[in-house]
């Protein structure tokens, strides 16, 4: 069964570094996904994107985060500059163009020091 | 503006018991709903979905939820509970459209389910 991908499982950055996660999304999918969990707390969504550009953005996803699908096959979030609070479970989810079969990845847990 | 409640953390039951673990939305026009799986330190894996059709949805595991439109009400049930069923258990709503789009999902905080040997 094809699945999303997500590298790496686990990240420890410095506050104030760039991180970029990474994720393959299931290859004839159209629609992606970056949600996020903070931990204890609900998933909350970032952002979705659609034809090579954001289609939606949450509050959350503000002018240190950006997106991109450089080669079609990767999608990355780029976080620029850390902070303590962005630690969290991020998830990558892609859907087909038609149809509301979202697949999620396994996560990438970001841990910020 | 659409929203999810869970309004239990956590549910226990006895392994052989029926479970039934709650969930409420809200959102304008006809919704998708969804219910997650994530087992500790591991993804979301997907269980179910309400699109449209029948009320009464069966997904994977053996779980099923039934679609209540009066009560707004997605509840998950299983009619016998397993140990390995315990898990954090999300409930998941998307707004319906007239065409493509992005379709995020606003989930429920989670519940946590622990079945009793």
């Known amino acids: 069964e094809p699945e999303v991908t997500q590298t790496p499982s686990h990240q420890v950055t410095q506050m104030g570094q760039e991180v970029i996660l990474r994720c393959v999304p299931i290859?004839?999918?159209?629609?992606f996904y970056w949600y996020r969990q903070i931990l204890g707390q609900k998933v909350e969504f970032l952002v979705s994107?659609?034809?090579?550009?954001?289609?939606?953005k949450s509050e959350i996803f503000d002018d240190q985060f950006s997106v991109e699908r450089p080669d079609g096959s990767n999608f990355t979030l780029k976080i620029r500059s850390t902070k303590l609070e962005d630690s969290a479970m991020y998830f990558c989810?892609?859907?087909?163009?038609?149809?509301?079969?979202?697949?999620f990845g396994s996560g990438t847990r970001l841990t910020v020091v | 503006a659409q929203s999810v409640a869970q309004p239990e953390d956590q549910v226990n039951v006895a392994e052989g018991n029926p479970l039934t673990v709650k969930c409420t939305y809200s959102?304008?026009?006809?919704?998708?709903l969804f219910w997650y799986v994530q087992y500790p330190n591991r993804g979301l894996q997907f269980l179910l979905k309400?699109?449209?059709?029948?009320?009464l949805v069966k997904g994977s595991y053996g779980f099923e939820a039934e679609f209540n439109k009066s009560q707004t009400s997605f509840h998950l049930k299983k009619p016998s509970a397993l140990v390995s069923d315990s898990a954090l258990y999300f409930c998941?709503?998307?707004?319906?459209?007239?065409?493509?789009?992005?379709?995020?999902?606003?989930f429920g905080k989670g519940t946590k389910l622990s079945v009793i040997p």
């Open positions: 989810a892609s859907r087909p163009g038609q149809g509301y079969g979202y697949t």
């Open positions: 290859s004839n999918h159209l629609y």
């Open positions: 994107f659609y034809n090579n550009e954001i289609s939606e």
């Open positions: 959102v304008s026009g006809n919704p998708y």
């Open positions: 309400y699109i449209t059709g029948d009320n």
């Open positions: 998941a709503v998307s707004r319906r459209g007239s065409g493509a789009g992005s379709y995020q999902l606003t």
